[in-house]
């Protein structure tokens, strides 16, 4: 059976996650870049991005608290560990103590 590691090495150009892939099999990874491009291309007149400066800067300060404090730290991290019962431990301790943290200290910040 292949690792998580080889299965993402096989099916991205990029070897990051996540992957939004266009129909012209453009792989664009960076979850904020990606958000970016989403809200450019497909958003019109939809204002999906807040225009208040200091809106916007708050909601790209939770993105990136998310990102940072989160996801890189208690999900990529433990990505590519050999599965096994550390890396189930991991994940366990990730979303029942860790995701509980990181989404009261969200609910802090996010009026």
Same mark, same amino acid.
């Given at each position: 059976?292949?690792?998580?590691?080889?299965?993402?090495?096989?099916?991205?150009?990029?070897?990051?996650?996540?992957?939004?892939?266009?129909?012209?099999?453009?792989?664009?990874?960076?979850?904020?870049?990606?958000?970016?491009?989403?809200?450019?291309?497909?958003?019109?007149?939809?204002?999906?991005?807040?225009?208040?400066?200091?809106?916007?800067?708050?909601?790209?300060?939770?993105?990136?608290? *998310?990102? !940072?404090?989160?996801?890189? /730290?208690?999900?990529? $991290? @433990?990505?590519? *560990?050999? !599965?096994?019962?550390?890396? /189930?431990?991991?994940? $366990? @301790?990730?979303?029942?103590?860790?995701?509980?943290?990181?989404?009261?200290?969200?609910?802090?910040?996010?009026?």
């Amino acid at each position: 059976m292949a690792t998580d590691r080889e299965v993402l090495i096989a099916n991205t150009s990029t070897f990051r996650k996540p992957i939004f892939e266009l129909d012209d099999g453009t792989q664009l990874a960076q979850s904020q870049a990606i958000f970016n491009y989403i809200v450019d291309t497909y958003g019109g007149d939809h204002n999906l991005t807040p225009t208040d400066p200091l809106v916007r800067y708050n909601a790209e300060c939770t993105v990136a608290v *998310l990102h !940072d404090d989160f996801v890189m /730290k208690h999900i990529m $991290a @433990n990505m590519f *560990l050999p !599965d096994g019962e550390e890396k /189930k431990a991991k994940f $366990a @301790n990730a979303i029942g103590v860790e995701w509980p943290k990181t989404a009261a200290h969200l609910g802090r910040r996010v009026p």
